[in-house]
Every structure is written in structure tokens, then in C-alpha cells.
């Protein structure tokens, strides 16, 4: 298995993560061709690939590397509905990020060991 | 739901104060075994919500000794992940999840009888599902063994199955959480806080009511507190021999404990520095 995350942040943290690959759980607020425009803890503009299926006004999961522009490639995404609690999404991403332990594998940490 | 949590960890729990004083080996206390009498086995099971990065990096005292998380021997698990690979096998068919904090291969056995259940069990790509398994290790390979993967219909669920497990990690590395602020009493954790706020106070212990100072003290050292609530002694306070006595653990322990509830402005010292009361006002 490899010790690879894809960290939880919102547009707060983005630019810490220039790079790396990320997940954002937010609201599409705008679909215009190849881009899209989440809001979580403020915008943040995701490049999507071909086979997106996202939804105007639903909730969004999207997992994708941090471009220098601080846009997001993404690489994958998943249209959430309507139904997502987005104070819950962002208790995970604050989490995530008072507790790395359990969420993180820091990239400069290189390999593992796996047991 | 606030109920069945008070049960389940607080009991846990025990099990972890025993696991740091009797070097891992958990059910080496006693406390965990008198409960069901019926020494290791299912009675001792603890299903414990994790991250796929827990599982991961969960280690063996010693070859094919139990896995741990947080120093607590884990039995099974239960995670969120989205499915990334499917493998159907002869005997089993292989998923690899992932939850954002690492990925992990589930096995799902096929039972000979019921082939035509477990074929048809398809799970899509990049959707959510939960597993409740048992981590296994197989050589030298970490996966774990599914009872049961089901689809998850509710993105919330991956959500507060995060927020669980890092509830569950604070529990076992900090102690319940003392009052309404539960978790940690992270700063910016508002969101899970509110989320835990009736498991956490059940959590605490039972009928004693938690008192404020006890939310910094350890595990251990609030069970301590808990017998001295019900302790005979008066005024006099207990002496540490007996504390250790009665609550099996060493009595170097409870003088730790109690001079970690003094220190917290709970018990104080009586007689001498060896004897503790509890500190009602």
C-alpha cells in the first residue's frame, strides 16, 4: 500500500499545497466548459477533466494536484448532491490539519516502511 | 446512541490504561477479562473506527502479534474509502480503498455456498463504501479481511466517520473529553465538538459527574478518581497502597494518578503525601 494522502483542505490552505495533490469537498457555484468554481471557505477554480459530471448548486468532491496558479488539475471528481453539510466538511479539513497524524503522510517523509 | 457510547469506550478504556502499564499486552489486565469472564475472546472484541493511514501504519509488538493503534490492540476495524480497484479473485475479491489519508486492500471472502450473493455485490468505481473487517497480515502484507462492505449513500457519513476516528484517537491518547467542549478542546474543532457532545459526557464515566479539572487528567488517573468518589475513607482520604489495590495497578501508578488529580485541583493530600481525598466544594 502506499503511503500516499491527499490531504482534505479548503481555499484557506490551498496555497500551502502548491504541488501536491489535494481533495476539496465544496459547492460548485459555476460550470463553464473544462472549469469549474468551488466555494469551500472561499473559491477556488478546478480545471476538470473529460468525464466530470458535477452539478451547478451541489456538492462537490474533487481530488486533483495544486497548479502554481493555485488552481486545482483534477484528476478526479464526484458530483455529492444536494444533501452535504458544509460545516461538517469543513471540521474534517480543520482535522485534518490539528491532527496530520491521522490523516497526513507527509510527502518529505519519502517511503515507508510498510509492515 | 449516547449510551452505547459510554459503554463501549469507557470499557475500552480500561483496556488502555492496562495496555501502558502492563508493556501492550491489553488483555493482560484484568479489568478487561472480568468483564466477560471468558478470558480472550469475542467478549474482547472492540470495533474501532480508524483512518485507512491508522490501519496503515498499526504495529505489531512482535510478529504476528496483534495490531495496535494508539497502543490499544485493535481487533476490527471499521473505515470509509472510495473504491479504486476491484480484483475478483478465485477465493475472494480484492478492493482498494481510499480514504484520502492512504489506501489499503480490502479482501472480501467468497463463500462457496452463497456464490451467487457475493458475485453479485458490485461496487462502481470512485464510489464510497464502508467496510467493517479485521486487519490482517499476510506475508508481510498488510489488508484487511471484510465481514462486511456496504455502499455509502450519504456523503456525510465519510465526514463524521473521519470526525469519529479522530474522536476515538483523542479518547484513547487524551482521555474522555471533560465537558461540552468536547474533543481535545481543539481550538478551531468547532464543527466536531458540537458533533460529540452527548457521547463524549457519557463517555466520561459512568454516574460520577465530571468535573471540570478532570478534562486534563489521563484515563487512568480519572478511573482513580471514579473509585475515590465511591471509596470508603472519609475524610481521612486513601492511602495509595490501597488504591493500588483495589484498582490493580502499581502503587508507583497511583501515586502518579494522584498526584496527577492533585495537580488538577481535584483530590488533595491528607495525612501524609501518599493519602488522597477527593476535593468536594
Redesign the interface.
Known sequence: ????????ISSQLIDSYVGQNV?V?GKVQQLRGDTAVIDAEGQITANLNRDAHLVNGN?A?I?GKVLPDLSIKVM?S?D??N???F??????V???H??RD????DASKGG?M?? | MGDSYGGGYSRTSYNAGGGDDAGGFVYGGSQGGSQSGAGKGYGDDTLRPVTIKQVIEADQAYPDAPFRIDGLEVTQVTFVGMVRAISPQTTNVTFRLDDGTSVIEVKQWLDADKQDDTSKQAFALDSYVRVWGRLKSFNNKRHVGAHVIKPVTDYNEVQYHLLEATYCHLFFTKGAPGGGDGAGGGANGGGNDSMFVDGGYGAGGGDVPMNDGLRTVSARARQVYQWLTNAEGGNEGVHANLIAQAMKMSVGEALKCGEELTSAGVTYTTIDDETFAILDY
Open positions: 500500500m502506499e503511503s500516499i494522502s491527499t490531504p482534505r481533495m469537498v456538492a468532491q481530488i478526479s464526484v455529492l448532491g444533501n452535504v453539510d460545516k461538517v466538511a469543513q471540521a474534517v480543520d482535522a485534518t490539528q491532527y491521522l490523516f497526513v503522510f515507508m510498510m509492515g
